[in-house]
């Protein structure tokens, strides 16, 4: 009775999150016949019936797909009917073809598994590694492709009959769900002391909370790696865990038991609610309600505070039965990659966890957090790790060969780019210590096996020192040398699909330049092969060099020489009174005689510059800090800005930020409060910029802006700026999917090496 046939394929994210089983429910309820089978490139449907059953069916499988699921693409063919199809059936998958069948990222914890592991009834009651085709591990599990079971860190726990009827059976949650499991079958917890010897615990996850409510610091295995965890509330011991991990001020994240326990923490926009509950489940950056129940430690001095969800069965169980937000970091000493095994945990974590959370589901793939904030308006991811981790970026470019971008020095990510396909690899961090370069090589290896491709087209930053460079030199192949801020403008037009030319402007602390001096104050008229530098800023000295972005009293000191003539009145400016006045003499000499003074033309070394005296701050103790703690103190109210200048006698015309230092000084010395300042500082900055736009437009026709590099993770910065540039009528675009700071830049290396090789040009 068949009258119809369709072919439908589906492209997406549709693989691994529960799709076949619930193509096979619909099919089963509207009536229709056939098949669905995974191919290397999504799912395919062939579905025969009545038109009216065929086009509800259709219908429903762009209505209500599988909550993880992502459809990208459906496209409906039609076919001859099959006369012969009676029922509907799931054909096992088809690998041969290899090439980008994806491992999906890991998921959140769905309310179904939530409910049962909350029945003191079920079979599954308090078991923290329940899942289903709609939750739980995948990429973090994946050892190599297909995702099948015996190719995940699941494959050693043989499934009880219970767990395989269920994922035997096609109209079952579980049917086909990799890492199903039960307490008969499963992994199972355990609790170790801080010295590694186990603990009795009869419920791990009880005792852990207990442990945790007494204010101990407990060590716990998650999804893609170890947290360090302690009572969020309690001062005492969130101020132990800083200084046992060595992480003297740099914000730690909270986890809440759900949504109304953010609530009571932070003010939520409803972009930062959704940001919240969303499948990726990221840290979120939002800010903190003044009366919130947070120890102050947890982010000193800072407005805002990290909050994250439960996003596996043991968290909420762990959140549930300790009754508090707990701080969830890293579990690393600072500086190196996240613990992901139960005897590096136990090796490196001694010395600050007081007990051990532990269980036997290995870590395939090191995965950190991710981290989200909302930024003019719409979430921005800043760093893009588990959760979106392997799912690709769909860019409008071919990567033809593939290619594989190593990335930059600081808050690494690589990116493998193959077909239109832009996979950006797990946050890496820092690439300053073996370990995590270690960590580095073994991520890029993991995730060539799982795309079944080893590129032999490499891209790395143009910095001839950047470990990644090196790593670059080892492989064979093809390499493309990108530099760093073509790199971040590359990464923004690939995400927004632009081909260019666009004028990109792109603003961090500092980048390798062409001319071999530190770059970071940069306006690029950029296609995707090259670029032509049309303004920047005059440039600030680093006395000591990299030592001065630490010490950022230094740079002020060099800004303030250059802005006075040598002759800045210290004196009156409570930053120096607080250094040695020795040391002061001798930087104030080098300065002069320019023994050891590179300059730099970052943007953010006019954050650590201002920040230093605004705040009267001698150093940074992570990076970054003095120029965020300047961002934080802004008083949005105030939008004054200061004078500035370019001068255009350079190359490229140079805005001058030396009247605005003058001006802050004077504000300073007449005592107005730095909320006042850092806001006229930001203001300043926004109409500098916008002010360029407009004087380097003739080079840029009606080229597109976008704004990129670490500065504008500011939302101040990139809203005030925005605000500025919007009467002008050209289109503007900021970073969403992607990083703005330096966890984006693989993604632009890709795109910019594919297109040189593409025109010939390697
Ligand atoms: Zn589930
Ligand atoms: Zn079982
Ligand atoms: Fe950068």
């Given amino acids: 009775m068949s009258e119809a046939g369709f072919r439908i394929e589906i492209r997406g994210t549709v693989q691994g999150v529960g ?17 669905v089978s995974n191919d290397s490139r999504g799912v395919t449907i062939e579905a025969f019936g009545s038109n009216e059953a065929l086009e509800d069916f259709v219908r429903g499988l762009r209505a209500s797909p599988p909550p993880a699921a992502r459809i990208r693409a459906l496209e409906c063919l039609e076919i001859p009917p099959d006369g012969g199809a009676s029922g509907f059936v799931i054909v096992e998958s088809r690998t041969a073809e290899g090439l980008q069948v994806s491992i999906p990222p890991d998921l959140p914890t769905c309310a179904d598994c939530r409910r049962e592991i909350a029945d003191p009834a079920d079979r599954r009651y308090r078991y923290a590694f329940t899942n289903c085709t709609n939750c739980g591990p995948r990429f973090t599990i ?18 009880c009959a219970a767990c395989h009827r269920e994922y035997d059976d096609p109209l079952d949650r579980r049917f086909h ?19 590694g010897e186990p603990l009795d615990w009869d419920d791990p996850i009880a005792g852990a909370a207990r442990a945790l409510r007494a204010g101990m610091i407990v060590a716990i295995k998650g999804l893609g790696g170890f947290h360090l965890a302690c009572d969020a509330t309690s001062s005492d011991a969130v101020a132990r865990l800083r200084r046992r991990k060595r992480r003297e001020e740099k914000p730690l994240a909270v986890m809440v038991a759900d949504l109304a326990g953010a609530e009571t923490l932070a003010l939520l926009t409803p972009g930062e609610r ?13 800010r903190r309600r003044p009366d919130a129940a947070l120890a102050p430690e947890v982010a000193p001095g800072n407005p805002f505070v990290g909050l994250l969800l439960p996003y596996t069965p043991l968290h909420h169980l762990l959140l549930a039965d300790a009754g508090a937000p707990l701080v969830m970091t890293s579990g690393n000493l600072s500086d190196e ?27 395939a793939s090191r995965c950190d957090d991710s981290v989200v904030r909302e930024i003019a308006g719409a979430a921005t991811v800043l760093r893009r790790s588990r959760g979106w981790t392997p799912a690709p970026i769909e860019t409008a470019f071919e990567f033809a060969p593939p290619v594989l971008a190593c990335g930059g020095h600081l808050k690494n990510t690589f990116c493998i780019g193959v077909g239109r396909s832009a996979y950006l690899g797990p946050h890496i961090g820092d690439l300053e210590t073996l370990d995590t370069l270690a960590a580095f090589e073994s991520s890029v290896a993991r995730l060539e096996e799982f795309l079944e491709i080893r590129p032999t087209l490499i891209a790395h930053d143009l910095h001839p020192l950047y470990a990644t460079t090196s790593y670059a030199r080892s492989r064979d192949g093809v390499r493309i040398a990108v530099q760093h801020h073509h790199a971040h403008v590359a990464s923004a037009m690939a995400e927004h699909g632009l081909a260019g030319p666009v004028l990109g402007i792109a603003y961090d602390g500092t980048g ?18 090259g670029f032509q530098r049309l303004a920047t800023f005059r440039p600030v000295g680093l006395p000591g060099g990299d030592l001065a972005v630490r010490q950022v009293w230094r740079v002020a000191l060099a800004a303030l020489e250059d802005a006075y003539a040598g002759a800045p009145p210290l004196e009156r400016l409570g930053l120096f009174a607080s250094i040695d006045p020795r040391e002061l003499a001798l930087v104030r000499r080098t300065i002069r005689e ?15 510059a201002f920040g230093a005296l605004g705040l009267a701050r001698r150093e940074s103790r992570y990076e970054g800090q003095v120029a965020l703690e300047w961002n934080l103190a802004a008083d949005p109210g105030d939008t004054r800005a200061y004078p500035w200048s370019v001068d255009r006698s350079r190359p490229q015309p140079e805005i001058d930020l030396r009247p605005a230092l003058r001006a802050a000084v004077e504000d300073l010395l007449a005592r107005r409060d730095p909320s006042a300042i850092s806001a006229r500082f930001h203001k300043t900055l926004a109409e500098a910029t916008a002010s360029m736009v407009a004087e380097v437009r003739p080079h840029a026709a009606d080229a597109p802006v976008v704004l990129t590099g670490g500065c504008f993770q500011n939302a101040l910065l990139a809203e005030r700026t925005l605000e500025r540039l919007s009467p002008r009528k050209v289109s503007v675009h900021l970073h969403r999917r992607v990083p703005p700071g330096d966890g984006g830049l693989a993604l632009g290396q890709a795109v910019v090496a594919a297109a040189i090789a593409r025109t010939g040009g390697a």
């Fill in 19 to 35: 799709f076949r089983p619930w193509v096979y429910r619909l099919a089963h309820e509207k009536g229709v016949a056939g098949r």
């Fill in 142 to 159: 994946a050892l190599s492709v297909p995702y099948d079971r015996p190719a995940t860190t699941m494959g050693r726990f043989p499934m």
């Fill in 177 to 195: 769900a990799q890492p199903n499991a039960c307490p008969a079958c499963g992994p199972r917890l355990t609790a170790a002391d801080a010295a």
């Fill in 274 to 286: 959704e940001a919240l509950t969303s499948a990726e489940r990221p840290i979120v950056l939002v």
């Fill in 337 to 363: 990659p996240i613990a992901t095994t139960n005897a590096e945990a136990l090796e490196k974590l001694s010395g600050v966890a007081d007990a051990f959370l532990l269980h036997d589901r290995d870590i």
């Fill in 512 to 529: 390798y330049g062409t001319d071999g001096t530190s770059w970071g104050g940069e306006f690029l008229l950029a296609d995707l092969t």
């Fill in 594 to 608: 320019r023994v050891y003074v590179p300059l730099a033309r970052g943007v953010g070394r006019w954050f650590d």
